[in-house]
C-alpha cells in the first residue's frame, strides 16, 4: 500500500498541493490518514501516519459513517499509535514533528556510528590480501534491492505527480462546464421561484373572484329579499285601500237606497 511507503507520502507531501493530500477526503472523506490507521500493523509503520499529522492531517476527521481516523487503528495490546493519539489529543501536529525530528536525529546518529565502524575495518584491512566476504556480498545484494525499492518509488512517484497534474488539468477543463451548470441551476431556480410566484399570484386572483362572488352573491340576495318584502308591503296597502273604498262605497249606496225609500 502506498500510505505504508513512507518515503512516496514523504515525497508527495513535498508537492505544492501537499495540504490536499493531507486533509481532503475522497467521495466518502475518507483521508489519507484513515488509510494510514487502518494499515497500521507494527512501530515501523508509524513513520506514515507521523508524517500526515505533521502536515496538518486531524486525527479527528470523520468520514461519512462518523469514525475518525483514530478510531480505525487496528486494536493490539501496547499499540504505539493508539497510545500516541491518548497522550496527544489536540496537539498531535506538533507531537508527530516533535516526534519526526528525534527520529531523524536518531538516524543521524546510527549513520555516524555506522561510518565510524567502516572506517575502522578498512584501516584494519590496510595490508591485508583482499578477501570476498559473505556479508560484503550480502551487503551489496541489500544495497542493489534498496536501490531497486528507491527506483520503483521514484517511478511510483512521478507516476502519482503525473496522476495528480491530470487530473487538475481535467478540473480546469471541467471548471468552465461546472460554471455553465450552476448557471443553468440559478436560471432553473430563478424559473422555478417565477412559476410559484405566478402560482401565488393566480391563486389570490382566484381568492378575490371567489370573495367578489360571495359578496355580488349576497347583495343580490338582499336585493331579492328586499323587493319581495316591498312588493308584499304594496300588496298589502293596495289591498287595504281597496276594502276600504269598497266599505264606502257600500255604504254611500245604502245611504241612496234609504233616501230613496223616504
Known amino acids: 500500500a502506498t500510505f505504508k511507503q513512507h518515503e512516496v507520502v514523504e515525497v508527495l507531501l513535498q508537492h505544492p498541493q501537499a495540504a490536499r493530500l493531507a486533509l481532503e477526503g475522497d467521495q466518502k472523506r475518507v483521508t489519507p490518514l484513515h488509510l494510514a490507521c487502518a494499515l497500521y500493523s507494527t512501530t515501523a509503520d508509524m513513520h506514515g501516519p507521523m508524517l500526515l499529522l505533521a502536515s496538518g492531517a486531524k486525527p479527528w476527521q ?12 487496528p486494536f493490539s495490546v501496547n499499540c504505539e499509535l493508539t497510545k500516541f493519539f491518548e497522550s496527544h489529543g489536540d496537539n498531535s501536529k506538533a507531537a508527530a514533528q516533535a516526534w519526526l525530528e528525534e527520529l531523524l536525529l536518531n538516524t543521524a546518529s546510527d549513520g555516524s556510528e555506522a561510518t565510524e565502524d567502516v572506517e575502522e575495518e578498512e584501516e584494519d584491512s590496510i595490508g591485508v590480501e583482499a578477501v570476498p566476504s559473505p556479508s560484503a556480498s550480502r551487503l551489496d545484494g541489500a544495497v542493489t534491492e534498496r536501490g531497486a525499492e528507491i527506483h520503483m518509488l521514484r517511478e511510483e512517484v ?4 503525473t496522476s495528480l497534474e491530470d487530473r487538475e488539468q481535467r478540473c480546469e477543463e471541467l471548471e468552465p462546464l461546472r460554471m455553465k451548470l450552476q448557471h443553468s ?11 410559484k410566484n405566478q402560482q401565488q399570484i393566480f391563486q389570490v386572483q382566484m381568492d378575490l373572484m371567489d370573495q367578489s362572488r360571495s359578496q355580488h352573491q349576497a347583495q343580490l340576495q338582499e336585493l331579492k329579499e328586499r323587493h319581495t318584502a316591498d312588493r308584499q308591503q304594496w ?20 245611504a241612496k237606497l234609504q233616501h230613496a225609500e223616504l
Do not use: Y
Not at 470523520?62 to 487503528?73: E, F, H, I, L, N
Not at 441551476?185 to 412559476?195: F, I, Y
Not at 300588496?235 to 245604502?254: H, K, M, N, P, T
Open 62 to 73: 470523520a468520514d461519512v459513517s462518523g469514525t475518525a481516523a483514530r478510531d480505525v487503528v
Open 235 to 254: 300588496e298589502d296597502r293596495s289591498q287595504a285601500e281597496i276594502e276600504v273604498r269598497l266599505r264606502e262605497s257600500q255604504q254611500e249606496a245604502s
Open 158 to 161: 512521478e507516476r502519482l505527480k
Open 185 to 195: 441551476q440559478e436560471k432553473v431556480e430563478m424559473l422555478e421561484q417565477a412559476a
